[in-house]
């Protein structure tokens, strides 16, 4: 079985960036989907920015033009670059990847978390 694991978390001043990345033990390329999602203090779990195997992504409105995600299918890793970062975007990020091409089918991994907390 296939592990994530999450690296790059920590503390940023609004305005600030961090790179996440999402390691895998072993090939991503069975993951159609993966995906990117934070948890806030007292919120439900949200998808922050997802992207297909094919290269095509989708993100939260939120995020859109300030998040990037991408994935090296050989580094076996999974990026989330954040950028313009904002208070609102503190929260514990999870890394997830599916044999399905959607979240919440097929078989799926998540990650351990990395917290990630923007100051004002």
């Known amino acids: 079985q296939v592990q994530l694991v999450e690296s790059g978390g920590g503390l940023v001043q609004a305005g600030g960036s961090l790179r996440l990345s999402c390691a895998a033990s072993g090939s991503i390329s069975g993951f159609n989907f993966m995906a990117w999602y934070r948890q806030a203090p007292e919120k439900q779990r949200e998808l922050v920015a997802g992207i297909l195997s094919g290269g095509r992504t989708n993100y939260a409105d939120s995020v859109k033009g300030r998040f990037t995600i991408s994935r090296d299918n050989a580094k076996k890793t999974v990026y989330l670059q954040m950028d313009s970062l904002k208070p609102e975007d503190t929260g514990v990020y999870y890394c997830?990847?599916?044999?399905?091409?959607?979240?919440?089918?097929?078989?799926?991994?998540w990650g351990q978390g990395t917290q990630v907390t923007v100051s004002s």
């Open positions: 997830y990847g599916t044999t399905a091409n959607s979240p919440g089918w097929g078989t799926s991994r």
